[in-house]
């Protein structure tokens, strides 16, 4: 009996790994490319930091303001993603179990897990940030 049930459930058991797969990699390639973009944004506003710095501004202060355009941009790219898998819930239908393809417990958790990602890829360039000296930064142009 265990092999037939195990027969009956590989086929939705492999969607369901493949799947999963691409989650993870989906959700590795937007942390990625949450980084690149601050990381060029933090290099882009380097006078203006080291201006900022230079007027006294605290590393926190820096942080907070690379951190909030990480916010806006992981609740944007939220909004947009959860519409749009809100739309594309009759695909995934049958491939789930036990659950409803409009669960919100699951649309809350892939966003708060988004959201958590985009702040650990915006951590790294809010922290380079705060390294900026701030004479070599008003030199730079």
Same mark, same amino acid.
């Given at each position: 009996?265990?092999?037939?049930? *195990?027969?009956?459930?590989?086929?939705?058991?492999?969607?369901?790994?493949?799947?999963?797969?691409? @989650?993870?990699?989906?959700?590795? #390639? /937007? @942390?990625?490319?949450?980084? $690149?973009? #601050? $990381?060029?944004?933090? /290099?882009?506003? !380097?006078?203006?930091?080291?201006?900022?710095?230079? #007027?006294?501004?605290?590393? /926190?202060?820096?942080?907070?303001?690379?951190?909030?355009? %990480?916010?806006?941009? $992981? /609740?944007?790219?939220?909004?947009?993603? %959860?519409?749009?898998?809100?739309? @594309?819930? $009759?695909?995934?239908?049958?491939?789930?179990?036990?659950?409803?393809?409009?669960?919100?417990?699951? *649309?809350? @958790?892939?966003?708060? !897990?988004?959201?958590?990602?985009? #702040?650990?890829?915006?951590?790294?360039?809010?922290?380079?940030?705060?390294?900026?000296?701030?004479?070599?930064?008003?030199?730079?142009?």
């Amino acid at each position: 009996m265990d092999d037939v049930v *195990f027969r009956a459930t590989a086929e939705p058991r492999f969607h369901t790994r493949l799947l999963g797969t691409f @989650a993870v990699l989906a959700l590795i #390639l /937007a @942390a990625i490319g949450v980084y $690149g973009v #601050l $990381g060029y944004s933090v /290099a882009q506003r !380097t006078h203006e930091i080291g201006v900022r710095m230079a #007027l006294g501004a605290r590393a /926190a202060a820096i942080v907070w303001m690379v951190l909030r355009t %990480t916010l806006w941009m $992981g /609740a944007a790219g939220v909004v947009l993603g %959860t519409a749009g898998a809100y739309a @594309a819930t $009759g695909l995934l239908t049958p491939y789930l179990f036990e659950t409803t393809s409009t669960d919100l417990a699951t *649309f809350a @958790a892939v966003a708060a !897990t988004m959201l958590a990602a985009a #702040l650990a890829a915006g951590a790294i360039p809010a922290r380079r940030a705060t390294r900026i000296d701030p004479l070599v930064a008003l030199r730079h142009e």
